[in-house]
Nanobody
Framework: QVRLVESGGGLVQAGGSLRLSCAASGRLFGRSIVAWFRQAPGKDRQFVAGVMWNGSGARYVDSVKGRFTVSRDNASNTVSLQMDSLTPEDTAAYYC???????????????WGQGTQVTVSS
């Protein structure tokens, strides 16, 4: 099991930036894929970005490509999501999650953080 805690959310104007962090604990973290998902009110939880256990192979949903960057530091057990050029459409609760295998699907991830809110004003 991997325990995950997100931080870094907040309120930002359109065009601004935020950096989310996911602090992890648990002996399996170093071999887990970590992904960021988001969920806007009334909508399904959606894959945003994911990174392999060694920091390679970052994947992104099309709507954030070129604006968001996911990275991980296994030495400090953290995964970060740098979000630039934010738009109101990025407003959502953001969650990090871990899985032994990569997937775009929510159901593949057993361990989740509590989420952090990102609100982008126009």
């Amino acid at each position: 099991q991997v325990r995950l805690v997100e931080s870094g959310g907040g309120l930002v104007q359109a065009g601004g930036s935020l950096r989310l962090s996911c602090a992890a604990s648990g002996r399996l973290f170093g071999r887990s894929i970590v992904a960021w998902f988001r969920q806007a009110p009334g909508k399904d939880r959606q894959f945003v970005a994911g990174v392999m256990w060694n920091g390679s192979g970052a994947r992104y949903v099309d709507s954030v490509k070129g604006r968001f960057t996911v990275s991980r530091d296994n030495a400090s057990n953290t995964v970060s999501l740098q979000m630039d050029s934010l738009t109101p459409e990025d407003t959502a609760a953001y969650y990090c999650a871990s899985s032994p295998v990569f997937s775009f699907k929510v159901s593949a991830y057993a361990d989740w953080g509590q989420g952090t809110q990102v609100t982008v004003s126009s």
